[in-house]
């Protein structure tokens, strides 16, 4: 190096200086320079730093140690970088250091910055929650102040290093800058305006966050007292549905018995009736029956007697016509008589004959009377059997009829019984449903109480957290 009086700065090379993992690191093998580096003496600029550095030790102490006529004359100087060019000779680099500063050393900074940058927002966000789940303004404002003085230090922090690489980069005289620090000193003052935005956007945050709260303590308060009430008016809804579940059971148990001994007994007397019903029916049917087939073998018998009758009827009219011509043969002989003298004998024998015919004549006219008699007595009684015989038909009809009429009413009353097994099933389906409600509810109750234990335990939970805060 080589100090010309050149400009009011005093600035070390970057390549003379070492700095820790929290400071600036520059590489000496790489500058802003295209001039390459010798390859048969590569060591040669390794070993200059120290004797570059006490160079500029000395100089400095000896321009501090001239006597004030002396110091008049010095006026200001600048150590110039000096580097090695292709023979291997010293140039004098004429441009300005500050200027010619190794990229990696910028981008080292700006990555310095950035990090300084998000450093703060990672200690903001990772405070925030703590800020959050505060009990109350108090602790909130404490949490608050806690995280302002941590981002205040880490803030100085940060910003001590960055100045500490700047001013191990290029060290600046009282009173002036160069452009590269008024640079970062202008994203110090960023940082420092947007620490106050944050902080401002934290107390923002927290008075929301404490508005937040107390809108769902609120909440949550409402919430339990309702549950609570629900839960009272659905145990009671439960306890009165339980009551008239077991009296509608044991009504309907009642009412079962009951219908079913007064269908039992009603079934018992209808059967009883319907079954003497039934055999007094079959009784009177078979004597009908016995009575129509007496009454039909008398109607044979009369018959057989009628044509027994109108067989002598039939004779008794041969001995009328015999009879006829017995007289026709008396006139005959009384014609005769008159005509020719005739013996006694013969006359008597004819007489005779004569009274025996009217003898037989009355027999048959009397047998004929009787006969008469008798047909009209038989007629009387056929008509009489015939009309009894209808009666007796109509009456085995009508117990015909009755005895449809009875199973009829037999299957009526089964259908009857269907219907009230029907209403006794769906009175049971009603009870299921009934049963069904219950059972909802009783899940709802459960719910409410799952969902209560939930709050319980959540709450329980925030306050161990903020305990642990």
């Known amino acids: 190096m080589a ?44 070993a200059q730093p120290p004797s570059l550095v006490t160079t500029e030790d000395t100089t400095v102490v000896g321009t501090q140690s001239l006597d004030p006529q002396e110091s008049e004359m010095i006026g200001t100087y600048k150590f110039m970088p000096l580097v090695l060019d292709e023979n291997n000779k010293w140039l004098v680099k004429n441009d300005d250091l500050t200027l010619n500063l190794p990229a990696e050393s910028v981008q ?23 800020v959050q789940l505060s009990n109350d303004e108090f602790e909130a404002s404490q949490q608050k102040e806690k995280l302002q003085v941590s981002l205040e230090g880490l803030l100085k922090r940060k910003v001590c290093t960055i100045v500490k690489s700047i001013d191990l980069v290029c060290r600046s005289t009282e009173g002036q800058q160069d452009e590269h620090d008024l640079h970062m000193y202008r994203k110090i003052d960023e940082l420092q305006k947007q620490k106050e935005v944050m902080e401002a956007r934290i107390l923002e945050i927290t008075e929301n966050h404490n508005e937040q709260m107390n809108r769902l303590k609120a909440r949550l308060k409402e919430d339990q007292e309702n549950h609570h009430s629900n839960l009272e008016e659905l145990q009671e ?24 001994s007064d269908k039992e007994m009603t079934l018992n007397h209808q ?11 079959r009784k009177e049917l078979k004597s009908s029956k016995d ?20 067989k002598r009827v039939d ?18 002989a009384m014609d005769m008589h008159k005509t020719s003298a005739m013996s006694a004998m013969s006359v008597q024998h004819v007489l005779a004959d004569l009274n025996l015919a009217k003898s037989d004549i009355y027999k048959s006219q009397q047998l004929v009377d009787e006969l008469k008699a008798q047909t009209n007595r038989d007629q009387m009684m056929l008509c009489r059997y015939n009309a009894e015989i209808n009666t007796l038909r109509l009456k085995d009809t009508e117990n015909q009829k009755a005895y449809v009429e009875l199973l009829l009413e037999s ?25 069904g409600k219950l059972e909802f509810r009783m899940q709802e109750i459960r719910r409410l109480k799952e969902f209560k234990n939930f709050l319980l335990e959540e709450n329980a939970r925030i306050e161990q957290q903020r305990e642990g805060i």
């Open 3 to 46: 100090a010309v009086p050149h400009g009011p700065f005093s600035v070390r090379d970057s390549d003379t200086d070492q700095g820790s993992d929290d400071e600036l690191k520059t590489d000496p093998g790489k500058s802003n320079s295209k001039i390459p580096s010798p390859r048969k003496d590569a060591s040669a600029p390794a």
């Open 108 to 130: 080292d900074l700006k990555d310095r910055c950035e990090a300084a940058v998000n450093s703060g927002f990672m200690l903001l966000f990772d405070q925030l929650e703590c």
């Open 237 to 260: 809804m439960l306890s009165a549905s339980k009551a008239q579940r077991d009296e509608l059971e044991r009504q309907l148990m009642n009412k079962d018995n009951a219908i079913e």
């Open 271 to 281: 059967f009883e009736e319907l079954s003497a019903e039934l055999v007094r029916t």
């Open 291 to 310: 009575h129509i087939s007496f009454l039909e073998s008398k109607g044979k018998e009369d018959s057989e007697l009628i044509q027994n009758l109108q």
């Open 315 to 332: 004779d008794l009219k041969k001995s009328s016509m015999w009879i006829h011509f017995l007289i026709a043969k008396v006139q005959q």
């Open 411 to 435: 299957v009526n009353k089964g259908t009857l019984i269907d219907q009230m097994r029907q209403k006794l099933n769906a009175m049971g389906e009603q009870l299921s449903d009934s049963v």
